[in-house]
């Protein structure tokens, strides 16, 4: 014993130092991939989510993956081209109306106040005498008071072009690694498998397909949910007489999908019909805005709840609080984590030892 003890402390210093060596390389490894760590995960979010799809499209074209894959990626990218191409035709049909209006502006002189927010209680009164003073300035005195902060304007709008930028190249590198996932995809799973079988056995290996399962859910749901809210907004806005209603719906399909939701158009088209003195539309249009606003709060969660058949609250908390943890890739990882931890959590809860053999048959 006190040999086997002496050895082991001349073996601590060589164990401490392989230790170190492979926690040094983790960290290198971790520093050359961190650029791509948040591409890497949107993309296996995404190929989780579509796999099914993927296959599908594979077993029409004759079992071609190379096809499949490629279709994929072109619709990840027309999903963003699409309405960046719809914002700019937009602007190009309607830029010589803008310019007409513009012109016209001094010889109309200042628009008045819309009598509702005059009528405002409280600060209807304020917003009506500012907004006299500002229209009494002119367009000299407007633009004076305007240019000092015309400076911060213009290196906020350059910051946002980088961010911009950063941004299209983020998702450029997303589709490409989604390529690479949907090409490679099985021995991806088979690898993370081996992994989860060599770490937590059948556990684990179950906790994995219950996080495949998870992902999938919260992309339908999510995914569904912004396309009835999108859907039904743009009802409103084409019944109630609200220009580019078309363009408008694609952009609150693209809000719902980032979270945002499609309350930032709906409300401002309903300001819209205000202004106009439409007061009967713009109120049928908040009575509508108000009821597909909270279409968010009970379909999503019950979308997720049929797929990954886990307790609703534990789905909304997992929705929620990672979003406000992790961002919007927060809305797939919060249900993931919460929900591979509750199988696992029930599991070792349910877990009885194994009943002991009788004297006579231990062998």
Known sequence: MKLDLEGGLRDLPRVALALAAIAALLFASYLVVRPFLAAAVWAAMIVVATWPVMRGI????????????????????????????????????????????????????????????????????????????????????????????????????????????????????????????????????????????????ERATAALALAGQAIRGVALGVGLTALAQSLLGGMGLLVCGVPLAGLLTVVMFLLAIAQVGAGVVLLGATGWLYWHDQTLWGTVLLVWSVLVINVDNFLRPWLIQRSVKLPLLLIFVGVVGGLLSFGIIGIFVGPVVLAVTYELALAWVAEQDAPEAPPGESS
């Not at 003073?133 to 911060?152: C, F, H, T």
């Open 58 to 201: 594979e077993a029409r074209a004759g079992g071609r993956r190379w096809f499949a894959a490629t279709l994929m990626c072109g619709l990840l990218l027309l999903a963003v081209v699409l309405p960046v191409l719809l914002a700019v035709v937009t602007l190009a049909e309607f830029s010589d109306e803008a310019l007409a209006w513009a012109k016209r502006l001094p010889e109309a002189g200042w628009p008045a106040l819309p009598g509702f927010l005059e009528r405002l209680p409280v600060v209807g009164a304020r917003l009506a005498a500012g907004w006299q003073e500002v229209g009494a300035l002119g367009g000299s005195g407007i633009a004076a008071r305007l240019s000092p902060y015309l400076g911060d304007l213009f290196r906020w709008t350059a910051a946002e072009a980088g961010n911009l930028g950063l941004l299209v190249l983020h998702f450029l590198l997303t589709v490409a690694v989604a390529g690479i996932l949907y090409m490679r995809g099985e021995e991806g799973v088979e690898g993370l498998r081996r992994v989860a079988a060599r770490l937590g056995g």
